[in-house]
């Protein structure tokens, strides 16, 4: 059983679409990410959720929205894509918010993405 | 704001020699450090943190790291490479207090173990 979960894994599709990605996880963790990561493997954190709640929201643009219908998934919706929005993006997760500091994230696959 | 340094994009070793990866921070306050692992086309892996108590820290795969309070660093270590080690390596940062509850990466080191 895979623990965190992503789809699509590969995702190509023209500038100006409207794409969706979507995450669940089965560890029973509370708190779910999601990261972005470049051309160049940098990876940066792009908002993170606590049961449902909006907890970290980075400086992304507001074309992108998470949605988190229960704590076990959370999805990443991204409106009129454009060029650089071209990366790989990561959903994770990590247990109780309260002990989040020491807590390990658990990375899904990757998701792909290619805007032409 | 927390920061991590990784000085090298690259690091190159021969199987069986010793190998680190190297890792610095910056963090107001006391820091959970961790290493990640991420082999092509997969998500990243977790292999070991510091959080307080011993500063030589043991995790996956013979894998430690040694936390120096002094340097602030944090620098992954391994007596024996092996060929299955290559892969890109994470280091990263979260502050125990405040507000920057989020983990902080660093650029990442691509590890290259050669036969």
């Known amino acids: 059983d895979t623990a965190v979960s992503q789809t699509p894994k590969y995702l190509v599709t023209q500038m100006g679409n409207d794409k969706s990605i979507k995450c669940e996880q089965n560890l029973g963790h509370d708190t779910m990410y999601w990261y972005k990561q470049d051309s160049k493997k940098f990876l940066k954190i792009m908002f993170s959720y606590n049961n449902k709640e909006l907890i970290i929201n980075e400086t992304v643009p507001n074309r992108f929205s998470p949605k988190s219908p229960d704590k076990a998934h959370l999805n990443l919706h991204i409106n009129s894509l454009e060029l650089g929005d071209s990366a790989v993006y990561f959903c994770?997760?990590?247990?109780?918010?309260?002990?989040?500091?020491?807590?390990?994230?658990?990375f899904g696959a990757g998701s792909r993405l290619t805007v032409l | 704001a927390q920061s991590v340094a990784q000085p090298e994009d690259q690091v190159n070793v021969a199987e069986g020699n010793p190998l680190t990866v190297k890792c610095t921070y910056s963090v107001s306050g006391n820091p959970y450090l961790f290493w990640y692992v991420q082999y092509p086309n997969r998500g990243l892996q977790f292999l070991l943190k510091?959080?307080?108590?011993?500063?030589l820290v043991k995790g996956s795969y013979g894998f430690e790291a040694e936390f120096n309070k002094s340097q602030t660093s944090f620098h992954l270590k391994k007596p024996s490479a092996l060929v299955s080690d290559s892969a890109l390596y994470f280091c990263?940062?979260?502050?125990?207090?405040?507000?920057?509850?989020?983990?902080?990466f660093g650029s990442g080191t691509q590890l290259t173990v050669l036969p």
């Open positions: 990263a940062v979260r502050a125990l207090s405040g507000s920057a509850r989020q983990l902080t």
């Open positions: 510091y959080i307080t108590g011993d500063n």
């Open positions: 994770a997760s990590s247990g109780v918010w309260v002990q989040s500091g020491a807590n390990v994230l658990t």
